[in-house]
């Protein structure tokens, strides 16, 4: 999997991405939105041992790495549901603080929903945002995604609670 935007290349995370990953992951700013699994501070560790996972991971890839120039600068993937939820897929991503606001997260996460929904047998892909985090709800929506709901105190980090958003694009017909 290689997918093009204006800007960056979405690929496969590979053994050497090790340093540009911990690079831009390793970022308060970064991280303040993202899930408490994500570890912080992120270390060559923390990148050595996702790279190794991801790399083991079989075709074709739910998960993988934004590239500008030569640097992982962010990723993007997606959780395929089971259950009564094997129609669902929910999505994440984060990008590196110096390249937002430039509409690369938007782009790339309209061209991975693409992706996402020509390779699995799901019905729709969705995502739970911050709702202090106003600048990750309008990627979704520049993506394509509508707002589905809110749910109130739902998110709990650095012991602050806040709502949480979630959007969701159902398979094109």
């Not at 912080?40 to 190794?52: C, G, Q």
Request: aromatic share 14%; with cysteine; glycine share 8%.
């Amino acid at each position: 999997m290689i997918l093009k935007g204006f800007s960056f290349e979405i690929r496969p995370y590979k053994k050497g991405d090790e340093v540009s990953l911990q690079k831009y992951a390793d970022d308060p700013k970064v991280e303040a939105y993202l899930d408490n699994r994500f570890p912080s501070p992120y270390t060559l560790a923390d990148a050595d041992f996702w790279i190794t996972l991801q790399t083991k991971q079989p075709e074709p890839q739910t998960n993988a790495a934004l590239i500008i120039g030569e640097e992982v600068v962010g990723g993007i993937g997606v959780d395929l549901q089971n259950g009564i939820y094997c129609k669902n897929a929910k999505i994440g991503y984060w990008l590196g603080s110096p390249f937002w606001g430039k509409g690369i997260m938007a782009e790339a996460l309209a061209l991975f929903t693409t992706y996402i929904f020509d390779r699995f047998a799901i019905e729709r892909i969705y995502a739970g945002v911050f709702a202090s985090n106003q600048a990750s709800a309008k990627v979704l929506q520049k993506a394509g995604y509508q707002h589905e709901a809110t749910f109130k105190k739902s998110l709990y980090k650095n012991g602050l609670y806040d709502d949480e958003l979630i959007f969701s694009r159902r398979r094109p017909v």
